[in-house]
């Protein structure tokens, strides 16, 4: 799939959902993945709406919702440090909140079926893999529509997904 300035445009500034689609043909079944930053307080709302559209998508094409969140993988980091922290414990406890974080976003997303993937690494390679796994279906996901230097230095995951994974998505915008 190429993508041009103007799909990336699209996408950041766009005040309602936008669907890309891939080659592949829709199957009733397929799952419905919702990809979402359980970790970070500021994306709550945005998660919300993830996950409703995706509820929606699930029940019209008759699909499993599995929602994705990733946690920080601490080994780059801890491993200068090792003998002087228990980097398990810090693990558990990042992935138990990552864990937390999530259910209360399915509760006030009202979500009542679902299977959770909650993993350390990168946010879209954990995406990815997870999408690899269950072999296709539609991925939900939210656009945060940072520019300028923000962009530059934090990145924008929803882009990279898009660079790297091979299925439709819906992007939902945070407006």
Do not use: F
Request: aromatic share 2%; with cysteine; proline share 6%.
């Amino acid at each position: 799939v190429v993508r041009t300035p103007d799909d990336w445009n699209l996408l950041r500034h766009s005040r309602i959902p936008v669907l890309l689609t891939g080659t592949s043909d829709w199957t009733p079944g397929q799952p419905i993945l919702a990809a979402i930053n359980a970790l970070d307080p500021s994306h709550h709302d945005l998660n919300i709406k993830i996950l409703q559209r995706a509820v929606t998508m699930a029940k019209a094409c008759h699909g499993m919702l599995h929602i994705i969140s990733a946690y920080p993988s601490l080994e780059p980091w801890l491993s200068p440090i090792r003998d002087a922290v228990d980097a398990d414990t810090i693990r558990a406890e990042i992935e138990s909140d990552t864990r937390a974080q999530l259910e209360r976003a399915v509760a006030s997303a009202s979500v009542t079926e679902h299977i959770s993937h909650i993993l350390p690494g990168r946010p879209a390679a954990v995406v990815e893999s997870v999408r690899a796994e269950l072999g296709g279906g539609l991925l939900v996901i939210g656009s945060r529509a940072r520019s300028g230097v923000e962009a530059a230095i934090l990145g924008n995951t929803a882009e990279t997904l898009l660079h790297q994974i091979d299925t439709d998505v819906l992007v939902i915008p945070n407006d």
